[in-house]
């Protein structure tokens, strides 16, 4: 039925339908104009995006591992404050003869005169 209606259409050749007939061929031209400078304003502003999203990404990882050093180091340095402070206290105990008197005879056997020293096999151990 569609191909016997084809056949029987007949177009006007008048000034009137050319008119129309160009303006709407204007009209479809303009859209594709269009459409493709829209296309490349998109492919431009995508290679834009990607050209500064890259480095900004990378930059944004470099930072997150910056923090993640930081932070490392944060912990390390407080371990070494603790650390220094533990030595000091026992720099502070070793300028006391009482107390280098004791680790003397703890670690080396050292006695006094008269005295005598049984050294006990859990001593040991726990000396070394």
Do not use: C, W
């Not at 431009?44 to 990378?58: Q, R």
């Amino acid at each position: 039925m569609k191909q016997e209606n084809q056949n029987n259409l007949q177009y006007l050749d008048n000034d009137y339908v050319k008119e129309n007939y160009g303006k709407q061929v204007k009209k479809q031209r303009e859209v594709i104009f269009r459409r493709r400078r829209l296309a490349a304003i998109m492919v431009v502003a995508t290679a834009l995006f990607i050209s500064l999203g890259i480095p900004l990404f990378n930059d944004y990882l470099r930072l997150q591992n910056l923090k993640t050093y930081q932070e490392q180091t944060i912990l390390d340095q407080k371990a070494l404050e603790e650390e220094v402070v533990a030595l000091q206290k026992e720099v502070d105990l070793l300028h006391d003869d009482d107390y280098v008197a004791k680790i003397a005879r703890e670690r080396f056997y050292y006695s006094k005169e008269g005295e005598l020293l049984f050294p006990l096999p859990e001593s040991e151990t726990a000396n070394k």
